[in-house]
C-alpha cells in the first residue's frame, strides 16, 4: 500500500449518493425537465443528401397542421455567426451555426424544423415538408481521396502530428523479425442510453437551457460564438445526464434548433434527438486505415516501430483522432515514427468517443504487438515486459508512476495465463489471448465551491457532471474527509453554469481535477474558519487547520469547539473557493494509466460464430476514489472493448455518404448476455505527480486493451488473424477446420 | 381525441387523447411521469420497460388506446414512499448503474422477470427446468440495454433477491 494522508472515506465503496434518485426514476435529464410554462416540441427534418444547396422548400403543408407553431428553416433563423468560426477556445466552444445558409454540410443535416404543440403534431407535420436540394458529390472514404489527405494542425489537443526518433528503416532493414500489417477500424457511434436533448428558453438576449452536455463552460462558449452574445447570457443546467461517452463534449445539432426554434416562437422549446437523428446529428468516431511495421532483433528486443494512420474529418470541425499516439509511449525501441493524415469529408461530425486515439490504435497495435511476440517465439506477456521502457521512449522524459510490469504480471496470475492456449471443445476452437493498455493520465483547470451552513452542513458546487462516472459520490466523499464529516452532512450540486466553472467530464480528466478543486476549496474553508475562530477566541490563535473537523454545529479542534454560528457575519454560511490546475509535473514527466488485459474466447469450429468466455483486466490507476463506481466503470470501457473486437460499427453507403445502421437493432452493442463475469483488479498506488490525490484517469482505460486482448484470443483459437473490425464470423469462415 | 381510462401505480385516469399518443408518451408527456426513458422509441432498447397486467411490456412500442382499462405499473410506483423496493435497493447496493439512464426499465423488466421464474416460464436458455444461474437471468435481461455496462451487477442485484424470494 502505497503511503498517502487519506485514511477515511477517500476510495471507500460508497454507493452512488443519487443512486435513491436513479432506480426510483426521480434524476431528472434534460428531456425530463418541465419547468413552469409548457413546451413546445421540435422535430427534426433532415436532408436525404450528403451535400449540396437547397434550391427550395415548402414548408406551408406543415404549418397549416393543427398545433404547429412554427417551421424553421435557413431563410427564417436568427442571426448566426458561420459554422466553425470563431474557434479559439476550440471546436467545442467554436460557432455551431445551423441551417444559417442553404448549404447542406452532411446527409441527415438539419433542413428544417417543425415545432408544435405536442410530439405527434410535430412529426406528422414535419413529414409534410418538401425540399428540393441540387446534390453535389461529396468525399465519404478517405482511402478513396486520399490525393486529399493532409496533415492536420493538432491531434485532438496535442501538438505533434508525426514524429520520427531514430532511423526507421535502417532498424526495420535489419530486423531479424519483420511484421508488417494493414488494419481498417470502422466508424464507431457512443449510442448513449439516452440520446441528446435540449429544452431552450430565451429571455430577451439570454437564454437558458437544459441539456445533456459534458462540458458546460465550452457549451456556454458555443451558444455565445454561434448567436454572438455574451457567454455570461447563457445558461446551461445539466444535473443528470445519460451517458456521454464523449459524444456530449460539446453542443449538437438539437441544442442549435431548440434555440432557433425558442426564439421564434418566444416559448420553451424541447428537442430529443430521435434514435436515427442521434446517427448523423450527433458526432461519431470517425474510420481508420492504419498501417503497422514492427521489427524486433534476435533476443525479441523491439528495434522499429511504425504507424501511420489515415482518417476522416468533418469540414470546418477540426478533430484527428490521435490514433498511433499510444503507440508512442508503449514500448522500448530504437526507432520509431509515427504520423496522421486526415481528408476532410462531407460527413457529420467526426469527434472524440471513449478513449479517442488509444481505443483505436491500441485495437491495431496490441494485435501487431501480438503478431511479432508470434514471431520471435517468445510468450507474448513476456515479450511485453521485455520490452517495457525505462523513460518515455518518445519524450525521453521519466514516467510518473508505471506499475506496467505489476499489471502483466498480475493480470497473467489471475488469469491462469499459460500462454496463446489454442485447444478445443467438442464444435468449440478455445484460444486465449492478451493486450497491455495505456491512456494518457490528464489534468485540467477546475473551480469549487464550498459552503458551511451555521448547522453543520457542507454544500459543494461547481458545473462539473455526472455522466455515469460517480461524480457526485467521489466529490461526496473528498468534502466528508476533507472536513471531517460522514457522507450524510454533504451536499454536492453539480451541472449548472451558475456554479463554478470546471473542465467538465471528459478525456477521464474529470475526477481528478474536479476531485482537486474540492479538495482545495475544503482546505481554504478550513483555513478560513480557523482564522475566524481565533478572532473569535485568542484560545484558537496558532492552531493547524489540517487537523480541524466539523462536529454539528460546531467546529472542533483537539479538545476545543465552537459554534459555526459565531464564526460567520450572521448573513448565512461561511464559503470558500478552491482551484485545481496541472502542475508541472506534466510538463517534466510522462503520465499515464495502465493496464493489462487477458480474454478466452471460443469460436464454433462450423459457423465461425465468436463468444467472449472471459476476460481479465488489472488496472494501475493510482489511487481508486470509490473501489465500487471505480470498478464498474472499469467493466464499461471493457465492454465498449468487447464491442470495439466483436459488434461495433457504423456502416457507410459511400453513394450517398449515409450511415446505414442507424438505429439499436443495427448498430450493436453488447447486450447482458455477450458479456460473461468481469474479473477486474485494481492495483493500489498513489500517484503523487498526477494531483494531491495520488489519482489518474479511469474512465476511458477499461476499453483500451480489451479489444486487441479478444482479437489476439481469436487469433489464438483459429490461427487467422483478421486484421478488420469488427471481427465476424464470416471473416473466419474460410479459416476454419475442414468438417468431417 | 380519443378517451382513454386506465390506471397507473394503482391511481385511474379519465383521458381524452390523440390516438398517436404511444403509451411511453402518454407517461411522459400527458401525465408527466418522466421515470420512463425513451432511448430509441421503436423497442430496441428497454428503457421504456413498463408493466402491464403483469407484463413487461416496451411502452414505446405500444399505443396508449390499446389500453383501455389496463393497469400498468412504472418506475414511480416501485418504491413504498421512501422505502425503495427489494430490487431498487438492490440494485443501489451493487452499482447495478452508472449514469442511471437505462435503470427504471432494467428495474420494470426485472421486477416482472422474478414473476416469470415464480410461475416456471421457460426461456431459451432453461433446459429441464427454470434454475436460478446466471445465464437465465442475463437472457431474459437482454432486452434492456445499459451502454454504461452494469450487466453484471445487474444480474448480481436480480440473483439477490431472486435467491431471498426462493
Ligand atoms: S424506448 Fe422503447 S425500447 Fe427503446
Ligand atoms: S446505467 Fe447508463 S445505460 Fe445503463
Known sequence: MSEHEFKGLIGQPLDRVEGPLKVSGRATYAADWRGDKPHLIGFIVESPVAKGRIVSIDTKAAEACAGVEAVVTHENTPKQIPFGERAKGGRFAQSHAMMRTDAIRHLGYPVALVVAQTFEQARHAASLVRCEIAAEDGVFNPEKHEDQAVKPDELDGTPEVDTEAGDFEAEYGKAAHQVEGEFHTPSQHAAAMEPHATVAQWDGDKLTVHMSIQILGDGRKAFANTFDIDPEDVRIVSPYIGGGFGSKLGVHNEAILAAHGAKLTGKPVRIAQHRRNVFSNGPHRPRHRQRLKLGADANGKIVAIDHATLSIMARDYPFAEAAASPTRASYATKAMRTSHRVVEGDIPKADSMRAPGEAVGTLTFESMIDELAH?????????????????????????????????????????????????????????????AAIRPNLMQEAEAEIELSTDGHLTVRLDMTDIGTGTYTILTQIAAEAMGVAPEHVTVKLGDTDFPETCGSGGSFGAGSTGTAVFEAAKALKDDLLKRAAKADSEWKGTNSKELRIDGANIALGN????????????????????AKPGKEYKTMAQYSYGAQFAEVAVDAVTGEIRLRRLTGVFDAGLILNEKTARSQLMGGMIFGIGAALMEESLMDERYGAFMNRD????????????????????????????????KGIGELGICGAGPAIANAVFAATGHRVRKFPIHMEDLLEHLPAIG | MHPLRLTVNGTPHDLKIDPRVSLLDL?????????????????????CTVIVNG??????????????????????GMADGEALSPLQAAFVKHDAFQCGYCTPGQICSATALLDELKRGEPSVVTKEKVELIDEEIRERMSGNLCRCGAYNNIVDAIMEVAEART
Not at chain 1, 500462454?419 to 486465449?432: A, C, F, T, Y
Open chain 1, 560 to 579: 476545543r469547539s465552537l459554534p459555526i454560528a459565531q464564526l460567520g457575519d450572521g448573513s448565512g454560511g461561511i464559503s470558500a473557493k478552491g482551484a
Open chain 2, 55 to 76: 407484463r413487461r411490456i416496451n411502452s414505446c412500442l405500444s399505443l396508449a388506446v390499446a389500453h383501455e382499462g389496463d393497469e400498468v405499473t412504472t418506475i414511480e
Open chain 1, 664 to 695: 439499436l437493432a443495427e448498430y450493436h452493442v453488447a447486450v447482458n448476455r455477450d458479456v460473461p463475469r468481469l474479473d477486474v483488479h485494481m492495483i493500489e498506488g498513489f500517484d503523487e505527480n498526477s494531483n494531491p490525490l495520488g489519482s
Open chain 2, 27 to 47: 407517461l411522459r408527456e400527458n401525465l408527466a411521469m418522466t421515470g420512463s426513458k425513451k432511448g430509441c422509441d421503436h423497442g430496441q432498447c428497454g428503457a
Open chain 1, 375 to 435: 514471431s520471435c517465439g517468445v510468450d507474448p506477456v513476456e515479450f511485453r515486459v521485455r520490452n517495457e521502457p525505462e523513460k518515455d521512449p518518445h519524450s525521453g522524459k521519466p514516467f510518473s508512476t508505471r506499475k506496467m510490469r505489476r499489471c502483466l504480471q498480475e493480470g497473467a496470475e489471475k488469469f491462469g495465463w499459460k500462454g496463446p492456449v489454442s485447444r478445443r471443445e467438442g464444435d468449440w476452437l478455445i484460444g486465449h489471448g492478451m493486450a
